[in-house]
């Protein structure tokens, strides 16, 4: 995805980033504390930091749908859901980090 071309690209390259690492740490500690047999406060801890990265990155699929490009073998799939794969994936870190960095 071309994040300069896009409106706003820098900050939300920036929001997708910070998203990204607050799903991963959300993910980690929800699942190692339940492993660990810990208390309640890391998984609620966990599980907020998990679904707010989840709405963002929601957020920004929906955003961002019109300006990922899509496959002549995924026409028929949906936008949305496209998009929302591949920011999930973390197909589109380097290119988030690309735009913040410079």
Known sequence: MNWGGVRRGRL?????????VAWVIGLVLVIGSQIAGGGTLAVVIGAVLFLASQGAMFALAFRLRDAMPV???????DRLAFT????????ELPGAWRVVRN
């Open 71 to 77: 496959g002549a073998d995924r026409r028929d799939r």
């Open 84 to 91: 929302w794969n591949r920011l999930m994936v973390g197909r």
């Open 12 to 20: 939300l390259a920036g929001i997708y980033l910070a998203a990204y």
